[in-house]
């Protein structure tokens, strides 16, 4: 059964402390993998998108790399407002189409 | 270029009666894509549609409906609410098989 998991489930950083949340997968046929940041009580916002694996995507403080059976966003120096979860989504075959499947996601506290 | 857009923002309903949500995608993406968001569960989907035509549907009881109008604008129904129903309703946009999506700000249903 194809799956999605991302951890930790919940992470708090000290302003300036850096880290990487990680998403594995297990699918057949991956045809991309994506990360979006959500606010409370908003909707996803997407960040980035990748497509194979080596592949590698930055912007600001964040920084998206792709193997074949997981993906890390590296947050580089967080502030504050890098707080929010961090969802993880892949894109897979299914019934002839495409479908995406999202893991639960990493809430982030990025503490003063 | 106008972000996805949903209608109505916040609903409460009671136990037993349907409901209609609204989902207008970016200017020129033919797919729309449903989503179902509680604390418990994460995102699940629920179905998507490209060019009026449903491709795919998630693991939810025929209460739940949708369809495709030849603008792109989709439309999502509930039939029969059950207090479990109660969430935050993601419609997701995209330019077609294999593109990023692009989410709405999200419905957000109560039901008492």
């Known amino acids: 059964e194809d799956q999605v998991t991302q951890s930790p489930e919940a992470l708090r950083l000290q302003e300036g402390e850096s880290s990487s949340l990680n998403c594995s997968y297990t699918v057949s046929g991956l045809r991309g993998l994506f990360w979006y940041r959500q606010d409370p009580g908003k909707g996803p916002e997407f960040l980035f998108t990748l497509y194979s694996a080596g592949e590698e995507k930055e912007k600001e403080r964040l920084k998206a790399t792709l193997t074949k059976k997981e993906s890390f966003l590296h947050i580089t120096a967080p502030k504050p407002e890098d707080s929010a979860t961090y969802l993880c989504a892949v894109r897979i075959p299914s019934g002839g189409y495409q479908k995406v499947t999202f893991g639960t996601g990493t809430k982030l506290q990025v503490i003063p | 270029k106008a972000g996805v857009t949903q209608t109505p923002r916040y609903l409460i309903k009671t136990r037993g009666q349907q409901v209609t949500l609204s989902c207008s995608p970016i200017?020129?993406?033919?797919?729309v894509s449903w989503y179902q968001q509680t604390p418990g569960q994460g995102l699940q989907f629920l179905f998507e549609?490209?060019?009026?035509?449903?491709?795919n549907k998630g693991n939810f009881p025929g209460r739940f409906s949708g369809r495709q109008f030849s603008n792109s604008r989709s439309e999502m129904n509930v039939s029969t609410l059950e207090l479990g129903d109660s969430a935050l309703y993601l419609c997701?946009?995209?330019?077609?098989?294999?593109?990023?999506?692009?989410f709405g700000p999200g419905t957000r249903l109560l039901v008492l």
């Open positions: 997701a946009s995209s330019g077609g098989a294999g593109e990023t999506q692009y």
């Open positions: 549609y490209f060019s009026e035509t449903q491709r």
């Open positions: 200017s020129g993406h033919r797919s």
